[in-house]
T-cell receptor, first 111, second 112 residues
C-alpha cells in the first residue's frame, strides 16, 4: 500500500501558467507538509497543515496556495509560474514529532 | 526559529571504512532528531532517529549520538558499502513548532 502519494510525478509547463499538485496519505496522520527541493538538494519547508489548519507558512510567495479538503489530502496550487519555481516538490505526513513519510516527489520544470 | 548546520557537505570513503556526519542545532527545546537518506531520484527515507532523553542509539551498522549540552548530534556508519552512497540529511524538531528543520545535506560516496 502506498503511504503518501502525489500526482503528477512530472510536470513541464510554460512560464505564467497555473498548475496544481495533489497529495494523499493513508496513514491517518494529523499533519501534512509541502517541501521544495532545489537543484542543490536543499529541503525547504513551505507549508504545514495540522488537522486541516495551516500552521506554518515559511515566507513562500502568495502565488503558492495550499488547500486541504480533509486531513488525508493536501494539494498545492501555483499561480503564474516562474523559472525559479523549477524544483522537486515533496509532500510528507507525520503524527506529531515522529517519522515524516515522504511522497515520491513531483519534478516541476518551468520553461 | 530553529537552525540546523550540517557538515561536511560531501564525504568520500573507501568501502569498509567508517563515515561520520555532524549536525548542530540552535533551539535547546528541540527534542527529536531524525536522519534521512535520499538516493538519487528517490524520496528521503528515515534511517534512524533519536529523542532528547537518549544519548545514543544503534541499528546494525548505523548509530546516532546526541549531546544536548553542546547541541550537536552525529550519524556514524560503520563498514560502509557502495549502497550507502546517497545524500544524508539531519533534522531537528522544535518543541511546539510542528516543523522539522533540515540540514543542507551530506553527499556520501563509498568507493569500491
Amino acid at each position: 500500500d502506498t503511504a503518501v502519494s502525489q500526482t503528477p510525478k512530472y510536470l513541464v509547463t510554460q512560464m505564467g501558467n497555473d498548475k496544481s499538485i495533489k497529495c494523499e496519505q493513508n496513514l491517518g496522520h494529523d499533519t501534512m507538509y509541502w517541501y521544495k527541493q532545489d537543484s542543490k538538494k536543499f529541503l525547504k519547508i513551505m507549508f504545514s497543515y495540522n488537522n486541516k489548519e495551516l500552521i506554518i507558512n515559511e515566507t513562500v510567495p502568495n502565488r503558492f496556495s495550499p488547500k486541504s479538503p480533509d486531513k488525508a489530502h493536501l494539494n498545492l496550487h501555483i499561480n503564474s509560474l516562474e523559472l525559479g519555481d523549477s524544483a522537486v516538490y515533496f509532500c510528507a505526513s507525520s503524527q506529531d514529532a515522529n517519522e515524516q513519510f515522504f511522497g515520491p516527489g513531483t519534478r516541476l520544470t518551468v520553461l | 526559529g530553529e537552525n540546523v548546520e550540517q557538515h561536511p557537505s560531501t564525504l568520500s570513503v573507501q568501502e569498509g571504512d567508517s563515515a561520520v556526519i555532524k549536525c548542530t542545532y540552535s533551539d535547546s527545546a528541540s527534542n527529536y532528531f531524525p536522519w534521512y537518506k535520499q538516493e538519487l531520484g528517490k524520496r528521503p527515507q528515515l534511517i534512524i532517529d533519536i529523542r532528547s532523553n537518549v544519548g545514543e542509539k544503534k541499528d546494525q551498522r548505523i548509530a546516532v549520538t546526541l549531546n544536548k549540552t553542546a547541541k550537536h548530534f552525529s550519524l556514524h556508519i560503520t563498514e560502509t558499502q557502495p549502497e550507502d552512497s546517497a545524500v544524508y540529511f539531519c533534522a531537528a524538531w522544535g518543541a511546539g513548532s510542528y516543523q522539522l528543520t533540515f540540514g543542507k545535506g551530506t553527499k556520501l560516496s563509498v568507493i569500491p
